[in-house]
C-alpha cells in the first residue's frame, strides 16, 4: 500500500512558477514509476509528466515541455513537479500517482495509487 500526499498548489499569475511535491509513505517508493496528472473541470484527467523509477526517463505532455521539469528524490521519498511559465489554462487540480512495473507510463489506467490532489489557479 501506497499513500501519496501532494502539496505546494496554489494562485499564482499568469507567467509565474509554482513546485508541487508528493510525499509518499512505504518503503516501495524507489519501485514506483510516479506521475502527475491534472484535471481541469469538465474535462477528463489527463497526464502531465511521468519518470522512472531512477529518476533518469521522463514523459511530458506536449503542453507543458520545456514548461514544467519533473524529478524525484528517493530518499525522501518524494517527486516534484516544477512548472514555470504557467499559463491559465494549466489551472486544474493536480495529483500524483504511482504505478508498479518499469514503464513510464502516460495513461492513468497504469497507475494504481493516487493522491487526493492540490488545487493550482493561474489567473490571467
Not at 96 to 103: F, K, Q, R
Request: net charge positive.
Amino acid at each position: 500500500q501506497v499513500q501519496l500526499v501532494e502539496s505546494g498548489g496554489g494562485l499564482v499569475q499568469a507567467g509565474g512558477s509554482l513546485r508541487l511535491s508528493c510525499a509518499a509513505s512505504g518503503r516501495t517508493f524507489s519501485s514506483k514509476v510516479m506521475g502527475w496528472f491534472r484535471q481541469a473541470p469538465g474535462k477528463e484527467r489527463e497526464v502531465v509528466a511521468a519518470i522512472s523509477r531512477s529518476g533518469v526517463s521522463t514523459n511530458y505532455a506536449d503542453s507543458v515541455k520545456g514548461r514544467f521539469t519533473i524529478s524525484r528524490d528517493n530518499a525522501k521519498n518524494t517527486v516534484y513537479l516544477q512548472m514555470n511559465s504557467l499559463k491559465p489554462e494549466d489551472t486544474a487540480v493536480y495529483y500524483c500517482a504511482a504505478a508498479g512495473g518499469t514503464v513510464v507510463a502516460t495513461n492513468s489506467g497504469r497507475y494504481d495509487y493516487w493522491g487526493q490532489g492540490t488545487q493550482v489557479t493561474v489567473s490571467s
